[in-house]
């Protein structure tokens, strides 16, 4: 059957992707949402760049979509210099047309002349890596645990197992394939459709004590941590919306980082402000006077159990404020009932230290990071990019968190 690649009308129904994701995805409940991902798209209309956002689809003889891909502009400062990258994301093929997903990646490279990507699924990097843009490295990701609820699984010996009546697999954390091999096919799906991790049955009393210990041993962590700036108590507010001091500490940020996405205040306003897919966020602030030395973009996903540190960004230099950052986004979380903290970075000059996250309780994950990969068209900005110690960079800088909520 003969399949043409072609960019989407704008004034095209939505329906015609809601469709599409759901049949590529019809484990995933949240695909069956055509709201929210209608909401998304309107939402990318209203980006500064939204002239430059692109959609291809890959469309049957019949007119049925079997693929679909996007590409979102954003601006980054490279080596000093402002510059438009575009990511590719909501990329999908059905099952059978496997060819299709190279051929839309085809068209990304071709449409745009550099590409920052922050992705997770092995067969999505292989294409995008066979296409022009290069591996970077990986994100780090750190995890801490708030509620004993989220412990994973033991493994279960196989007697065991057959005597309980247990099935021989559990389902993997949402968001993450079990088996995807390096060098898995182009047909893999983009996203894993995955109902969410098993949980470890304890009795009811004996969890209260487990979490009431974990409360008890962030207290003693926390204790005098991040509290004093050159004899200055450090105080942590919760902060109403993003103004004019988040461009100043953008801008000193920027001159001592090589490679970070630009996040000044209007970028920040439509990432976080009404109408994005995480609205609302929760902003934390630490300023001096009328200085900002440092903020924390929070989200706890509506299920209420997973809180995700979005951004966590401080003047270099002063790594006491990241401290205090993370006291009270730990605090914050707790608060809220999160069960699990979810924070993937790059370590740069405006972030913790790995010290500083092993001192409130956070462990780190392999396996389960996310990867950046770059493609400037430009050699000395593309070398530049190739370099991880160049970079700052947060999960939430880029495409890869739109999706959550």
Not at 61 to 69: A, F, K, N, Q, R
Not at 147 to 153: A, F, G, M, Q, Y
Not at 361 to 381: A, I, V
Request: overall charge negative; aromatic content about 10%.
């Amino acid at each position: 059957m003969r399949v043409v690649v072609r960019e989407l009308e704008r004034d095209e129904p939505e329906e015609k992707v809601s469709r599409l994701r759901a049949l590529a995805y019809p484990d995933f409940r949240e695909a069956g949402d055509t709201g929210f991902y209608e909401s998304l798209y309107r939402w990318h209309g209203t980006h500064p760049l939204a002239d430059q956002v692109y959609r291809w689809v890959a469309v049957t003889e019949e007119g049925g979509l079997v693929g679909h891909l996007n590409a979102l502009p954003q601006y980054y400062r490279v080596n000093g210099r402002r510059v438009v990258a575009h990511t590719p994301g909501d990329y999908m093929v059905l099952d059978g047309y496997g060819f299709q997903a190279l051929s839309l990646m085809r068209r990304f490279f071709r449409a745009t002349e550099n590409c920052v990507a922050c992705d997770m699924v092995p067969a999505v990097i292989q294409v995008e890596s066979r296409l022009g843009a290069e591996v970077v490295g990986e994100l780090q990701y750190a995890a801490k645990l708030l509620n004993v609820s989220r412990l994973p699984v033991p493994p279960v010996p196989e007697r065991i197992r057959k005597a309980l009546n247990l099935p021989e697999q559990f389902a993997p954390a949402r968001g993450y394939l079990t088996s995807a091999a390096e060098g898995a096919e182009p047909e893999t799906a983009a996203e894993a459709p995955n109902p969410g991790r098993p949980r470890l049955p304890i009795p009811a009393p004996l969890k209260a004590a487990f979490n009431g210990g974990l409360a008890w041993i962030d207290a003693v962590l926390s204790g005098g941590y991040g509290v004093d700036l050159g004899g200055r108590k450090i105080e942590v507010e919760v902060l109403e919306g993003f103004d004019e001091s988040f461009d100043e500490l953008f801008e000193k940020v920027a001159t001592v980082v090589p490679c970070i996405p630009e996040k000044d205040s209007a970028f920040l306003k439509w990432r976080y402000g009404p109408g994005s897919p995480q609205y609302p966020v929760t902003v934390l602030g630490v300023r001096d006077g009328q200085r900002l030395l440092g903020y924390a973009v929070l989200k706890t996903l509506s299920t209420g159990e997973d809180g995700f540190i979005l951004d966590l960004t401080t003047l270099p230099g002063y790594r006491e404020v990241g401290r205090a950052l993370l006291r009270e986004s730990v605090r914050h979380f707790r608060e809220q009932g999160a069960h699990l903290i979810r924070y993937r970075f790059l370590e740069s000059p405006p972030s913790p230290h790995h010290g500083d996250l092993r001192r409130l309780g956070f462990f780190y994950r392999k396996g389960r990071g996310n990867w950046l990969l770059t493609r400037f068209s430009d050699p000395e900005m593309h070398e530049a990019s190739q370099d991880l110690d160049h970079w700052s960079y947060n999960v939430g800088d880029g495409e890869a968190t739109f999706w959550i909520r």
